[in-house]
């Protein structure tokens, strides 16, 4: 009888071990070793609490690398893409403007997820309506030439400032000619 009943416990034992051991996950990942791992295979809660927070700083450099991308491709952006130009009272692309706009594609394209606004601008001349009328149409058509390019468009805003934000103030055809422009912002 007492041999039936050791039996029949250790035979219990055996089932509740097997059972504790399916229920329960062992994650690792094959860079990370599980450090700080005791003889019966649990982890210690410090080396939990350690590993937690490896993983917490490499979330935070990726955050930061991926916005040192950003600014990377901002500063090359301002350093390398230039106002595009429009004629006197238009709104079609000219043909010095077109290697301007495949560089800053390229650019785009590298960064996938860099925004782009496209401000238009409008020199003096004109009532304040038509050249916020002028410069949409302007930043528009930048757009849609970007987009054939290859950029979508769901990437790209546009706006108008009009003759509210002129970088030349002379009543001068030259300086006019600077206003009439398409200006670029990244944006994240």
Not at 30 to 55: C, F, H, Y
Request: include cysteine.
């Amino acid at each position: 009888m007492k041999k039936i009943f050791s039996v029949s416990i250790l035979l219990i034992a055996c089932i509740v071990l097997i059972a504790g051991c399916a229920q329960r996950k062992v994650v690792s990942t094959p860079e990370q070793p599980q450090a700080g791992a005791t003889a019966n295979g649990k982890q210690k809660e410090g080396a939990v609490a350690k590993d937690l927070s490896r993983e917490a700083i490499t979330e935070k450099e990726l955050a930061k690398s991926r916005q040192t991308d950003i600014q990377s491709t901002a500063k090359e952006l301002k350093s390398n893409i230039q106002n595009i130009y429009f004629d006197f009272d238009r709104f079609d692309i000219r043909d010095d403007a077109k290697p301007v706009l495949k560089e800053l594609a390229a650019m785009l394209s590298k960064n996938t997820k860099a925004r782009l606004v496209i401000e238009g601008h409008c020199d003096e001349r004109g009532t304040g309506e038509y050249n916020l009328a002028l410069g949409e149409k302007r930043a528009g058509s930048t757009k849609t030439y970007l987009a054939t390019l290859g950029i979508p468009s769901s990437r790209i805003e546009t706006i108008s400032y009009g003759k509210e934000k002129p970088v030349c103030t002379e009543s001068t055809e030259a300086c006019w000619a600077k206003n009439r422009r398409a200006h670029f912002v990244l944006n994240e």
